[in-house]
């Protein structure tokens, strides 16, 4: 919760540099509301300017990919499995 407005702010101020953002999830094993708003927050900016936002949470982080889906954000979100995966398909426009 500490972390959470410096993390919205470093990833906003990056939002119109590439035509995507990957935030990659893969150390994450805990995803409480803050975080989750963060990251709502994150996606409602980049689909306002026009930039593609994949999140990358792999199988090993359950609880994270269980937050997503309860709250129905892996429905509006492009989740990834992988770090590769995500940077490929941002590339392609996927």
């Given at each position: 919760?500490?972390?959470a407005e410096l993390l919205y702010d470093e990833l906003s101020s990056r939002i119109g540099?590439?035509?995507?953002?990957?935030?990659?999830?893969s150390g994450c094993d805990y995803l409480d509301s803050v975080g989750l708003g963060v990251i709502a927050r994150i996606h409602a900016r980049c689909r306002a300017r026009g930039t593609q936002m994949r999140v990358?949470?792999?199988?090993?982080?359950?609880?994270v990919d269980r937050?997503?889906?309860?709250?129905?954000?892996?429905?509006?979100?492009?989740v990834d499995r992988s770090l590769d995966d995500a940077l490929v398909l941002a590339a392609a426009g996927d």
């Amino acid at each position: 919760m500490s972390n959470a407005e410096l993390l919205y702010d470093e990833l906003s101020s990056r939002i119109g540099d590439a035509p995507w953002m990957v935030v990659d999830l893969s150390g994450c094993d805990y995803l409480d509301s803050v975080g989750l708003g963060v990251i709502a927050r994150i996606h409602a900016r980049c689909r306002a300017r026009g930039t593609q936002m994949r999140v990358v949470v792999p199988e090993s982080a359950a609880t994270v990919d269980r937050v997503l889906a309860i709250t129905g954000m892996d429905g509006l979100l492009h989740v990834d499995r992988s770090l590769d995966d995500a940077l490929v398909l941002a590339a392609a426009g996927d």
